[in-house]
């Protein structure tokens, strides 16, 4: 049987009270009298206690409003370690598990991974009068398979067709290395390797 844990953080609740402090003020003060007239007006009146009640219920509708249903009890069942990666485990998957967070590097990884699985040709060119010039090119394996941070990786190197020359990416390829990270993020979630989105896990902390 579990039994339910708060889903806030210590500093979390912390800024609750203190949000909520001020109405729990109002709603004291006006139940007992206080006011800056002499002591003898130092009494609760029925007219006191009501506008009390009304501050203190107007001040828990916004806290709760500016809160939202993330900060409630919630069941939380026994975690099970696991000590062996997920199957099938992508490099830049791995790296994120590992970091914490996806980075640039996992859509460098990614883009050796698709090659090595067929959806991205590499080619030298030799120039007489140059330095070799490196082309990627797209193959034709079908995309059914991937997983959407891969097809995205695949859409923002051939955007402009299936043949691209390496140094034409930057910096026209950065654009689509954060959709690319931020789609990695979305998936790592969706898999239930993390609770939440990374970033807004490490705000926690």
Known sequence: MTRPEPAWTPREAAIYLATLAPFVL??????????I???????????????????????LIIVRSQWGPRHVFRERGTVVPEFEPPDDLRPAEA?????GKPSRRDVIATVVDLTLRGFIRIEERLEENGPPTWVLER????????????R???????????????????PR???A???????LEGHVVREGWFADAPARLRSRW
């Open 173 to 175: 390829f950065f654009v």
């Open 152 to 170: 995205k990786t695949l859409a923002g190197l051939f955007a402009h067709g299936k043949i691209v020359e390496l140094a034409a990416l930057e």
């Open 95 to 99: 790296d994120a598990l590992l970091r």
């Open 37 to 59: 007239a002499p002591l003898d007006h130092l009494r609760p009146t029925p007219q006191n206690i009501a506008a009390g009640a009304v501050t203190l219920l107007v001040g």
């Open 26 to 35: 109002l709603f004291v003060g006006a139940a007992v009298g206080w006011t």
């Open 177 to 183: 290395e954060d959709l690319v990270q931020d789609e």
């Open 139 to 150: 193959t034709d394996a079908s995309t059914v398979e991937l997983h959407e941070y891969e």
